[in-house]
Each structure stands twice: as structure tokens, then as C-alpha cells.
């Protein structure tokens, strides 16, 4: 086991859990189109370490030292807008394909949002596999239960905030959630839509891509269709 200081970043799918139809065919396309838009995610922030997969969310890190933490915020925000736009690419890719199932016709009502926090961890290896552990992991996942009125956005805990605000250049709002273990904390959060200046409109998708991704749904959905393989929700809840 090591130590460090890192920054903690969650992407998160809202609507992720109405979108897990129990009906079998839905459930196994959902499943496999949300595998596809987290790896999309993942691939638009390859300046993070994925620590692991839970669920509907990525949560990734970013080692940094005292003398780097006002550097972190732009890196956070860049991120955040790249893993966006992947985001609602591939969701876009998936809602038009030809399969009729809420799997694939549900994901038009997903959304994308973003906790962010700086602190302490340590660091486990177990067979390969990078751990964080701390009570700084532990915050930034209570993070996740706020009371942000919007359905996108970033939220930075204040002591991530604090280390570089000027750097926001977005509007920024405070919050004041109530974290179990931790008490009332200030938090500060932007509008993902307000990151991204004049952004270009996502490519609409063509014949063979909308057939390609219809074959992608349902071939590697046979296994969890079939009882093969477990479903990212139940694996979840584990």
C-alpha cells in the first residue's frame, strides 16, 4: 500500500436505473449500450486513471502534489466536457439504431454528471487492480446525493474549488448538501452546457452506422439475454 494526493473524479449516468428494464431483451441491450458509452467516456479523458467501474459511473483519479492542485480544475473541466460530448455521441449512436427495446430507445433520456473532489488517499494493488481508499474517496462518492436542480453538470467540492476558482469560467453556484458522516459542506457547481463554447452539433447518424449499431446491441446482448453473463446491475448491487 501507498499514499498520495489525488484528484477524485465520478462520471455518472443519471437515469440509469429507470433505463434497466426488467424485461429481458431491454435489460441485455442496456446493459451493452451502457458498457459502450463508458468506454466511450473513459477514452475522452486519458489523463485519468480509471480506478473502477460501479455500475452506472466511472470513477477516475488524478495523482497531483500540493504545488499542482491549481493546475487540477482545467484539467477536471476539459475532461468532463470531452467525456460529455463522447457521452452523448454514443448515446445518440445507440437511440438510433433499429431495435425498438427500451434498451436502446430509452437511452434518449440519459443524462451525464460529474463530481469532483481533491484529498488524501492510499493506494491498494490487489492482483493488478489499483484501490483507492480514505475518507477523501469516501466523500466525493457521498457527493453523488446533492441537491443540484440541474440534470448536468459538474459539482467541485469546496476544497477542490478553493484551490483554483478563477479558473471556472462558467456561472458558478453553491450548494450546500448534507453528507452522511461529513455534516452540511459547501460545494460549487457549473452547467456542463456552459463549459463548452459554441459547441458543434453531433454528427447525425448515417444508414451503415445505424445498422452497425443495431447489430452491436443485439449480438453481444445474446449472452445476458441467455443467463451467460450477469447484468451491471446486478453486479452493482452486490
Known sequence: MDSGRAVLLIADIGGYTDYMSSHRMSLAH????????????????PGFDLIEIEGDAAFLSLQVDESEADASIPEILDAAVAMHRAFH??????????????????AADLKLKFVAHVGDVAIQTIRD???????DVIQ??????????????????????????DAVTAPVREVSPELE?????RAYFVDVGDLEESPAPLPVPSWPKRIGQTFAAVGPGL????????????????
Open 30 to 45: 442496456a446493459e451493452v449500450n451502457t458498457g459502450r458509452m463508458l468506454e466511450r467516456m473513459i477514452d475522452a479523458a
Open 89 to 106: 455521441l454514443e448515446r445518440q449512436y445507440v437511440t438510433a439504431n433499429l431495435c425498438p427495446c427500451k434498451g436502446c430507445k430509452g
Open 129 to 135: 487492480r489499483i484501490k483507492l481508499v480514505g475518507i
Open 140 to 165: 466525493v462518492h457521498r457527493m453523488l446525493k446533492n441537491p443540484v436542480d440541474i440534470p448536468e453538470y459538474v459539482l467541485l467540492s469546496e476544497e477542490l474549488y478553493r484551490t483554483g476558482e
Open 181 to 185: 458522516g461529513f455534516g452540511t459542506v
Open 223 to 238: 449472452p445476458y439475454m441467455l443467463g451467460m453473463r450477469g447484468t451491471r446491475r446486478a453486479a452493482s448491487a452486490q
